[in-house]
């Protein structure tokens, strides 16, 4: 089965820019007002890279 990335919010701090908004080359990634990061379903392609760039492990595949 294709992996999805999702977001596990209660790892995430919610405290500063998420890195990840940059590092997507999609632009996929957003953050909610109160820091949430955030995934555009439509563009996302589940290439994982996101993974690597949150210390939190906020990404999940
Ligand atoms: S899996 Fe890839 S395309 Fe999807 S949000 Fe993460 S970096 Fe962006």
Redesign the pocket.
């Known amino acids: 089965m294709k992996r999805e ?1 999702t977001v596990v919010e209660q790892r995430c701090p919610k405290n500063h820019r998420c890195p990840a908004i940059f ?4 632009g ?2 957003s953050q909610a007002n109160d820091g949430t990061p955030m ?1 555009d379903k439509e563009k ?7 993974l690597n760039y949150c210390p939190f492990k906020v ?1 999940q595949a």
């Open positions: 990335i590092a997507c080359p999609r996929a990634i995934i996302c392609t589940n290439c994982g890279i996101c990404f």
